[in-house]
């Protein structure tokens, strides 16, 4: 609790400063009355513009895939403000000058609305909550706002006498408004945004905050040098460029967030499935011996029983522990699959041997599945193949590293018999750490199963 306290005030400071420093670049533009005229840079304009729309499209799909995962209205909400940014960045902006033609007074006007959209739906994200079941809404929502674009400059192009919006010519009172209303949209989304990282934490929220200070602070520039058309770049460009530099570094720094979270549970759920499927049936087999010892079972036989079970438990929660570690070496996962060697060959039953060359490295999660693949292959020679030897090799052939599990038991033909599990089990195993699976058997001929890793 202290540390997201001390997080929230270390970003209130750095709120205050930054608002302080933009502060006092809008003082000294409001006192230069002379510098704050545009300029004729068209080449740089659509640079600009296109790195609007850059940015957009990656928000865009930053907050689908978000959408995706958790249906909040939050994200939709920013998927249809930056889609309608990058729509009317795009068609109106962009489109109109590629073929070297001019921007007309209906595309200026239909851009001028369009970020008036934009800024309404980015300002209303952090005061939305709740969850929407449907996901068909993060296609629906900016097809819609596409048509409404689409209107809007019909609309736009069938009025006539729309002013163009030129140096020469006084701002039209409604195109100064529209400006104010975006600029205290910039002020409600600081302020929502800033709400929400206090609430929740999460680091875009905080990226976001600054992205829409800086914003603020772009349109109130705006309002003195009210929107031109495309050849014309005026400072507040320049600002609302830097706003979303800014949001592209924080989209950044959650898609990774995003990436590691995702990584971490999937090696969590991954590290829960293996004690469960290994270590929990060893402890159950304990359990077992030892309420047979309670019941007055013969110690002569119970005993080594039970003692064979609590060291085949004391190797998988040792392998338990590798499994977490992302650094367990080779020689953790060398001794622990001897020592499973060991115990399952104790009986005399099946003579099998290990060998793992010293040549080959092996990542933490190639060990856990390699183990479970070696154990599932033998214990298939076990139960089915009759066998008295196998060998198992994990080495270097020809540069790949393979992992190689042979017996001379009787062998079958494997889409006759019925005892597939445990091969698609090992398949799926293989599959995991991005191995290739190979079997070859025939009656009479013994079993070949071989895993050739990735590269």
């Known amino acids: 609790m202290r540390n997201a306290r001390a997080t929230y005030l270390a970003w209130v400071r750095d709120e205050l400063l930054l608002a302080g420093l933009l502060g006092a670049a809008l003082i000294l533009f409001l006192a230069s009355p002379g510098r704050r005229g545009p300029y004729v840079l068209p080449n740089l304009r659509l640079f600009l513009d296109s790195a609007v729309l850059c940015v957009s499209l990656i928000v ?195 898609i990774r967030a995003a990436e590691t979270g995702r990584v971490v549970a999937e090696e969590r759920a991954r590290v829960a499935r293996e004690i469960h499927d290994g270590l929990a049936q060893y402890l159950f087999a304990v359990s077992t011996q030892a309420s047979l010892i309670a019941s007055g079972a013969d110690l002569d036989k119970a005993l080594p029983r039970l003692r064979d079970a609590a060291t085949a438990a004391q190797q998988e929660a040792r392998f338990a522990v590798l499994a977490l570690s992302s650094a367990g070496g080779s020689a953790q996962f060398d001794s622990a699959l001897s020592r499973y060697v060991d115990f399952l060959t104790a009986d005399g039953e099946l003579d099998v041997d290990l060998e793992i060359e010293r040549a080959v ?50 062998g079958f033909v494997e889409e006759a018999d019925g005892r597939g599990q445990g091969l698609r089990n090992i398949r799926t195993r293989a599959a995991a750490i991005g191995g290739a699976f190979r079997l070859v058997s025939r009656p009479g001929s013994g079993t070949s199963l071989e895993v050739v890793l990735r590269a």
């Open 60 to 254: 865009c799909v930053l907050a689908y895939v978000r959408f995706g995962v958790d249906r909040r209205r939050f994200d939709l909400y920013l998927l249809c403000g930056f889609f309608v940014t990058a729509a009317t960045t795009l068609a109106f902006s962009i489109a109109p000058v590629l073929d070297g033609g001019s921007i007309g007074p209906a595309e200026e006007w239909a851009s001028i609305g369009g970020r008036l959209v934009a800024a309404a739906l980015v300002a209303a994200a952090p005061f939305t909550s709740g969850r929407i079941e449907r996901r068909l809404y993060a296609v629906v929502a900016p097809g819609a706002l596409a048509v409404f674009l689409s209107v809007l400059w019909s609309v736009c192009h069938s009025l006539g006498g729309l002013p163009l919006l030129t140096p020469d010519r006084h701002a039209p009172d409604l195109l100064v408004a529209s400006v104010a209303v975006q600029a205290l949209f910039g002020l409600a989304a600081l302020v929502g945004f800033g709400l929400r990282y206090r609430t929740h934490g999460e680091d875009l929220d905080r990226w976001l905050a600054f992205c829409t200070t800086i914003w603020l602070f772009s349109e109130l520039q705006a309002v003195f040098t009210p929107p031109l058309s495309g050849e014309y770049v005026s400072q507040s460009d320049f600002l609302r460029l830097l706003s979303y530099g800014l949001l592209l570094v924080g989209v950044w720094g959650a």
């Open 361 to 410: 490295e092996l990542g933490p999660d190639e060990q856990i599945e390699i183990f479970r693949i070696v154990q599932e292959g033998l214990a298939n020679v076990r139960r089915h193949a009759n066998a008295r030897r196998a060998t198992v090799l994990i080495g270097l052939r020809d540069g790949q590293r393979v992992v190689r599990i042979v017996d001379d038991g009787e």
